[in-house]
């Protein structure tokens, strides 16, 4: 799937100030969304009114008809954007329109929301087949990981694992966590992260604390081992020539689509850590579909049990039986 390329601020300037400056107000009022989702919004609202100054005369917001968005995601979907990127584009766009409709109608009584449900949004794309790892598969990995030695890749996998952490949460462990005491339950040590800024409305999102066992443990340490001393705070790190930083949530996915892919020999993904916990935790390992809740963060179970694989292909064989 293609992507669009960025808005620069050259381009941002040449639209029209009355759009610039409703886009810039409502990012930075809107303190309902994480800051992902406005990191998202505020690229898809750049494009989309840089559009509208290439191809609908640069119209002010509130003079934009709906045959114009029309055109616009019919653009979207003929340059080749996948159907979850003009979906996201298509959310920011109605939800800055939201904005107006609340906070300007006095001035602007007649506006109304241009991206509605007479424009269809787009059918979904194929999506690939949710597989996730099972054990054999995961401590394989593990293993071919230890053997060429990436301490690093190793310690973020079983991390990712054991949490069932999102890549952005995982992000923010900080090396500080080697000196935490476990909590003993049984034969079990499991060992609690500082706070971490989970998923979640508003820019903070949901602070929650996270845990992982002690296997996951012993690969942090050996990680810190081979890392050595330095100044980041951070377990997971980048070296450039400006320094030592936090990693970029990217290169964990680099280091899935490289080194992992290799050793599996399928597709791996980040947020793959987190449904293969899920589903081993209750399909491989029998628990209840909430403990697994409780360690994912969710509110519902429900929304668990999304995440969870199970192979029912021989369900219906029962109503025969």
Same mark, same amino acid.
């Given at each position: 799937?293609?992507?669009l390329?960025?808005?620069?601020?050259?381009?941002?300037?040449s639209?029209?100030?009355?759009?610039?400056?409703?886009?810039?107000e409502?990012?930075?009022?809107s303190?309902?969304?994480?800051?992902d989702?406005?990191k998202?919004?505020e690229? +898809?609202?750049?494009?989309?009114?840089?559009?509208?100054?290439?191809? +609908?005369?640069?119209k002010?917001?509130?003079e934009?008809?709906?045959?114009?968005?029309?055109?616009?995601?019919?653009?979207l979907?003929?340059?080749?954007?996948s159907s979850?990127?003009?979906?996201?584009?298509?959310?920011?766009?109605s939800?800055?329109?939201?904005?107006?409709?609340?906070?300007?109608?006095d001035?602007?009584?007649?506006?109304?929301?241009?991206?509605?449900k007479?424009?269809?949004?787009?059918?979904?794309?194929?999506?690939?087949?949710?597989?996730?790892?099972?054990l054999d598969?995961?401590?394989?990995?593990?293993?071919?990981?230890?053997?060429i030695e990436?301490?690093?890749?190793?310690?973020?996998?079983?991390?990712?694992?054991?949490?069932g +952490?999102?890549?952005?949460?995982?992000?923010?462990?900080?090396?500080?966590i080697?000196?935490?005491?476990?909590?003993i339950?049984?034969?079990?040590?499991?060992?609690?992260t500082?706070?971490?800024?989970?998923?979640?409305k508003?820019?903070?999102?949901?602070?929650?604390?996270?845990?992982?066992?002690?296997d996951a443990?012993?690969?942090?340490?050996k990680?810190?081992?081979?890392?050595?001393d330095?100044?980041?705070?951070?377990?997971?790190?980048?070296?450039?020539?400006?320094?030592?930083?936090?990693?970029?949530?990217?290169?964990?996915?680099?280091?899935?689509?490289?080194?992992?892919?290799?050793?599996?020999?399928?597709?791996?993904?980040?947020?793959?850590?987190?449904?293969s916990?899920?589903?081993?935790m209750?399909?491989?390992?029998?628990?209840?579909i909430?403990?697994?809740?409780?360690?994912?963060?969710?509110?519902?179970?429900l929304?668990?049990?999304?995440?969870?694989?199970?192979?029912?292909?021989?369900?219906?064989?029962?109503?025969?039986?």
């Amino acid at each position: 799937m293609k992507r669009l390329p960025n808005i620069t601020e050259e381009m941002w300037s040449s639209i029209n100030p009355e759009n610039r400056k409703i886009v810039e107000e409502f990012i930075r009022e809107s303190t309902s969304l994480s800051t992902d989702t406005l990191k998202q919004y505020e690229s +898809a609202l750049k494009i989309f009114y840089y559009w509208v100054k290439e191809n +609908a005369s640069d119209k002010v917001f509130y003079e934009i008809k709906p045959k114009d968005y029309l055109l616009y995601q019919n653009f979207l979907i003929r340059y080749g954007l996948s159907s979850s990127a003009v979906k996201i584009k298509r959310s920011s766009i109605s939800s800055l329109n939201g904005y107006v409709e609340i906070y300007y109608s006095d001035e602007f009584p007649e506006f109304r929301n241009f991206v509605n449900k007479k424009i269809p949004a787009p059918e979904t794309n194929f999506v690939n087949e949710k597989k996730p790892l099972d054990l054999d598969e995961y401590k394989n990995l593990c293993n071919e990981l230890e053997k060429i030695e990436k301490w690093q890749e190793l310690a973020y996998l079983k991390c990712s694992f054991s949490s069932g +952490a999102r890549r952005g949460e995982v992000r923010q462990f900080l090396k500080e966590i080697a000196k935490e005491e476990p909590k003993i339950i049984g034969n079990t040590k499991i060992y609690s992260t500082g706070d971490i800024r989970c998923k979640g409305k508003g820019k903070t999102g949901k602070i929650r604390k996270l845990q992982i066992g002690e296997d996951a443990m012993n690969s942090i340490k050996k990680w810190l081992e081979i890392r050595g001393d330095d100044d980041c705070k951070y377990l997971f790190i980048s070296k450039s020539k400006e320094g030592i930083n936090q990693i970029a949530p990217e290169r964990f996915n680099s280091w899935c689509s490289t080194t992992f892919e290799k050793i599996v020999g399928r597709r791996i993904h980040p947020h793959l850590f987190r449904e293969s916990r899920a589903t081993s935790m209750v399909v491989e390992q029998g628990k209840d579909i909430k403990i697994a809740q409780k360690l994912l963060g969710h509110n519902s179970s429900l929304t668990t049990e999304i995440y969870v694989v199970r192979d029912d292909k021989d369900d219906s064989d029962e109503a025969f039986t």
